[in-house]
């Protein structure tokens, strides 16, 4: 079974789910999950989890992503973005001749949205109420209110503008949604806008460079050790983090996801430990644990994430 994380190449019209489907059926094997949903007709980084670095999934959507956009000034849709029905259609070249719309205006709307930002999230979204997805209800017709959430806008760059098309690279916090954005922009500039193209370059460390496709992916599958080759280690997704060790009669505790005194530990007298400070735990030859953490009130390591499987 192949453990750690491949960085998938999106193509459009396939699903989040789609690509774990497919990637079941290429790698041979059931345990594979996503780390946060791309809409069908977007592309580019969606990190999969494979084997025991499926524990992951959580913590890996909680990360920063960046994406390139194109938004269409002039039309608003159901969606929010160009796959959608249009509900309102404003005569952009018009606003511009007129001086209602400018090159400058639209760069200061823009990035007034950088930084906290509530956001209301689309109604075609995967986002669930009583326990039905939105995107269920508005397929059947139905709008509900929904509630504001921060998201934050890291930042907006490389924007140019080609009447009424605006391109543009957007860093965000977990999930915001861009098509959002590109809606709410045009709302603020008076004339409507959606969302044309997305693609997602980059979530945490991981980068459109490093990904692959599912074509590309299924001729590596014809080797075990290939398709290693392009996986990232749970150890090197968390190298940030110090490592520790227990001290080797303290091992058994570790393998059975229990809690540790500093006492039980080998650990540098100068690390300086931290409310909830994360690290990677090892037992003492080495073998990597899991996610541990301290809890400073009880003076105790504890397990946040357990990847160690007894053999």
Excluded: W
Excluded at 228 to 247: A, M, R
Aim: one cysteine or more; a neutral charge; charged letters at 30%.
């Amino acid at each position: 079974m192949y453990n750690g994380v491949i960085i998938v190449n999106k193509e459009k019209g396939f699903t989040s789910h789609d690509v774990v489907a497919k990637l079941r059926g290429i790698l041979k094997q059931k345990k594979i999950g996503h780390t946060g949903t791309l809409d069908p007709d977007a592309t580019g980084v969606l990190p999969v989890c494979l084997g025991h670095a499926t524990k992951l999934c959580d913590m890996l959507t909680d990360k920063d992503k960046t994406y390139d956009t194109v938004m269409l000034l002039g039309k608003v849709t159901d969606t929010q973005d160009i796959s959608g029905q249009v509900l309102k259609a404003t005569d952009v070249e018009t606003m511009l001749n007129k001086g209602k719309l400018s090159d400058e205006k639209i760069l200061q709307v823009i990035e007034s949205f950088v930084g906290d930002y509530d956001q209301i999230p689309p109604m075609y979204s995967a986002l669930k109420v009583n326990g039905k997805k939105l995107y269920e209800l508005a397929r059947e017709g139905i709008e509900i209110e929904r509630k504001a959430r921060p998201v934050k806008i890291l930042a907006i760059e490389n924007v140019r503008i080609e009447f009424p098309r605006v391109y543009m690279t957007v860093s965000c916090s977990k999930g915001t949604y861009i098509r959002t954005l590109c809606h709410d922009i045009g709302d603020k500039l008076m004339c409507g806008a959606c969302m044309e193209e997305l693609k997602r370059t980059k979530v945490s460390s991981f980068t459109l460079e490093n990904s692959l496709t599912l074509d590309e992916i299924s001729s590596l599958a014809e080797s075990a050790e290939a398709v290693n080759k392009q996986l990232i280690t749970v150890e090197e997704i968390f190298d940030k983090y110090p490592s520790i060790c227990t001290i080797e009669k303290f091992d058994k505790m570790l393998y059975n996801g229990n809690s540790v005194a500093l006492s039980m530990l080998d650990i540098d007298e100068k690390l300086v430990l931290e409310e909830n400070m994360r690290f990677r735990m090892y037992d003492s030859v080495g073998t990597f644990i899991g996610i541990f953490y301290y809890n400073k009130k009880e003076k105790l390591i504890k397990c946040d994430k357990m990847f160690y499987a007894a053999k």
